[in-house]
């Protein structure tokens, strides 16, 4: 019989370079989440991107350590929805996945499409969503046409730079001033990103950020910002927390500072005035909009003499309980079980929405189809 609890998956690993911090934001949610509601289910993708379900699913890909899993595949029929074992063959029923997936092939539209097939309810925005959010370039295009202030900035591909590198130099001199900030367009926890001040830094960082990703992102670097972040949560009604502040520990707020270091400063609430902390919170929730987002996003803003850029969306964000967006939402008033569950259920909320949705047409016979 199956269990009166809600079957959770919670699916994390990946082959993205964020790989290790996803399983530290799932051993968060696995801790904390409701377990009078819900049974979780492990589901650890290693880095070559072999799928395992089991209890030892954690030790797999910390360790290493193959016991207590059995490698799945995802049904894609809806009438079966789960996983399927590659060694038995059996059905492992879910009612709902948790994606705690940072970047690639994980927040970037990827495995929302996979779930969207699979007929699964999924926690966090959905594919269109997250594909735009997770590409900083189409992020600033759909955020500039909604009218919200971005960073002046460049984007190329790696084909343009490989094929024709001085164009692609021309257009940066011609376009911006130093310094700059040099970023991979399609990847998060602020991996290879560069601040350049002079040509040969940015080429540098160029050439580091196609490392990660195949289109590169340049901006003007913004003066002396205060980094300042929105937890959004809801589907048609979006809200945003109260902001937070970074002071990173080093000249900007890069992976190590986030990861490593350990001894970067979140000042909750963020120390602005009411009226500029109400036009973020009111910005945060617009963006979150504008990209069509649902379930979650963190927005992040850089603010500076009183004004404001939306710097970019992060719709899985880091999720261990002493991250922003838990601790952003903890401020203002929703614990982090609360969070995990509000979560869930905003998941089925949407779920239930698209499946009302009318799925077939009665065709006029005298159209001749």
């Known amino acids: 019989?199956?269990?009166?609890?809600?079957?959770?998956?919670?699916?994390?690993?990946?082959?993205?370079?964020?790989?290790?911090?996803?399983?530290?934001?799932?051993?968060?949610?696995?801790?904390?989440?409701?377990?009078?509601?819900?049974?979780p289910v492990l589901v650890a993708i290693d880095k070559n991107?072999?799928?395992?379900?089991?209890?030892?699913?954690?030790?797999?890909?910390?360790?290493?350590?193959?016991?207590?899993?059995?490698?799945?595949?995802?049904?894609?029929?809806?009438?079966?929805?789960?996983?399927?074992?590659?060694?038995?063959?059996?059905?492992?029923?879910?009612?709902?996945?948790?994606?705690?997936?940072?970047?690639?092939?994980?927040?970037?539209?990827?495995?929302?499409?996979?779930?969207?097939?699979?007929?699964?309810?999924?926690?966090?925005?959905?594919?269109?969503?997250?594909?735009?959010?997770?590409?900083?370039?189409?992020?600033?295009?759909?955020?500039?046409?909604?009218?919200?202030?971005?960073?002046?900035?460049?984007?190329?591909?790696?084909?343009?730079?490989?094929?024709?590198?001085?164009?692609?130099?021309?257009?940066?001199?011609?376009?911006?001033?130093?310094?700059?900030?040099v970023k991979p367009a399609t990847m998060g926890s602020s991996i290879g990103i560069t601040k350049a001040g002079s040509v040969d830094e940015m080429i540098?960082?160029?050439?580091?950020?196609?490392?990660?990703?195949?289109?590169?992102?340049?901006?003007?670097?913004?003066?002396?910002?205060?980094?300042?972040?929105?937890?959004?949560?809801?589907?048609?009604?979006?809200?945003?927390?109260?902001p937070g502040q970074v002071v990173p520990c080093r000249e900007f707020y890069d992976f190590d500072a986030k990861y490593v270091d350990g001894a970067s400063e979140l000042i909750i609430p963020a120390g602005l005035g009411k009226a500029l902390i109400e036009d973020i919170r009111f910005a945060a929730v617009d963006a979150f909009a504008a990209i069509g987002g649902s379930g979650m996003a963190r927005v992040d803003f850089l603010?500076?003499?009183?004004?404001y850029f939306v710097n970019e969306i992060n719709t899985i964000p880091g999720f261990t309980s002493i991250s922003m967006y838990p601790k952003l939402w903890e401020a203002s008033g929703i614990s982090y079980t609360d969070l995990i569950t509000a979560l869930i259920d905003l998941a089925f909320k949407r779920h239930h929405e698209i499946n009302a949705l009318t799925k077939t047409i009665q065709l006029d016979k005298k159209l001749g189809c």
């Open 204 to 242: 540098s960082g160029i050439d580091l950020a196609l490392r990660y990703s195949t289109k590169v992102v340049v901006e003007e670097a913004v003066e002396n910002p205060l980094e300042v972040e929105v937890a959004v949560l809801g589907n048609n009604e979006p809200r945003a927390s109260v």
């Open 49 to 181: 991107g072999s799928w395992y379900l089991g209890t030892g699913a954690f030790d797999l890909l910390e360790t290493g350590q193959i016991h207590d899993v059995e490698q799945v595949i995802l049904s894609t029929d809806a009438q079966r929805r789960g996983f399927l074992s590659l060694e038995s063959g059996g059905l492992i029923e879910v009612d709902a996945v948790f994606p705690v997936l940072h970047g690639p092939r994980g927040e970037d539209g990827t495995m929302q499409g996979l779930m969207e097939l699979s007929g699964i309810p999924y926690v966090g925005c959905d594919t269109m969503s997250s594909a735009i959010a997770m590409d900083k370039d189409m992020t600033k295009r759909v955020l500039a046409q909604r009218g919200l202030p971005v960073v002046k900035g460049v984007s190329m591909t790696a084909w343009m730079w490989a094929t024709d590198k001085a164009e692609v130099l021309k257009e940066i001199s011609e376009t911006l001033k130093f310094p700059l900030f």
């Open 303 to 307: 603010v500076s003499q009183g004004e």
């Open 1 to 39: 019989m199956k269990s009166e609890k809600q079957t959770v998956a919670i699916l994390f690993g990946g082959v993205s370079a964020e790989h290790d911090v996803s399983v530290v934001s799932a051993r968060s949610v696995t801790r904390s989440i409701d377990g009078e509601r819900f049974e």
